[in-house]
């Protein structure tokens, strides 16, 4: 799953006017502290009770002094001064818990999957940005980045499937927009690999498609 040391992904982050990224990278080091709690607890009851965590402490946000670890921190600093709920962001942390919780990740499971987690980063990435950003690119960045990591193979055909559909939109994103436009692009070039192969991160065909997405919004 994505980390905050992706080249394509800073490249996409240095669409936004300078002032936002510090947000959007505060909002994205938050999915990858959960995409890193899952990928390395590898029982379920501990990853419930780490999740809990999350919740817990993303909840108590704003109410006290801002608390020392990095990605809390970040998010009290950066997305919480600038009105985000800590409900919302607490949404995508029950995203995360659908892999856990659902006994099979049937198109249903892999829905509410991309909705709370996918579509939750990219409204609120929009609400940071100052432009509004529909939900459906978010979740279809959030499944095809999911399907690289799955290992059942129908798992990974229905998660891909979705994925497709949702990133299918071609519609020009707005200026103030680019930079989570760029993320989505990243995720459909993924998606146009077989499955499990390992992107070619930051290949001259590659970063050319994100600066015709900088360029045209396209």
Same mark, same amino acid.
């Given at each position: 799953? *994505?980390? *905050? ?37 590898? @029982? ?36 919480? %001064? ?8 607490? @949404? ?5 818990? %659908? ?16 909705? $709370? ?5 990219? =409204? %609120? ?6 432009? @509004? !950003?529909?939900?459906? /690119?978010? @979740? ?12 059942? %193979?129908?798992? !990974?055909?229905? /998660? ?9 939109? =071609? ?33 001259? $065909? ?13």
């Amino acid at each position: 799953m *994505t980390s *905050t040391d992706d080249p394509e992904r800073t490249l996409a982050f240095s669409y936004a006017r300078q002032g936002d990224r510090p947000a959007l990278a505060a909002l994205f080091a938050l999915d990858d502290a959960l995409a890193a709690l899952l990928r390395t607890t590898s @029982e379920p009851a501990i990853a419930q009770i780490r999740l809990a965590w999350w919740r817990e402490e993303i909840a108590r946000l704003g109410q006290g002094p801002v608390p020392a670890m990095p990605v809390l921190a970040g998010l009290a600093g950066h997305v919480l %001064v600038r009105g985000v709920d800590p409900a919302r962001l607490v @949404e995508i942390v029950e995203g995360w818990e %659908v892999l856990i919780e659902a006994e099979t990740l049937d198109r249903e499971a892999l829905a509410t999957f991309a909705a $709370k987690r996918g579509g939750t980063l990219f =409204t %609120v990435g929009g609400d940071l940005l100052g432009v @509004e !950003v529909g939900r459906l /690119a978010g @979740e279809g960045w959030a499944l095809g980045d999911l399907s690289r990591h799955l290992a059942s %193979v129908d798992e !990974v055909i229905i /998660a891909r499937d979705m994925a497709r559909e949702r990133l299918s939109d =071609t519609s020009r994103w707005p200026r103030a927009s680019r930079a989570l436009g760029a993320v989505a692009a990243i995720a459909a070039m993924d998606l146009a690999l077989p499955p499990h192969v390992v992107p070619p991160i930051g290949s001259p $065909k590659r970063v050319a498609r994100l600066a015709w997405m900088r360029l045209t919004g396209r």
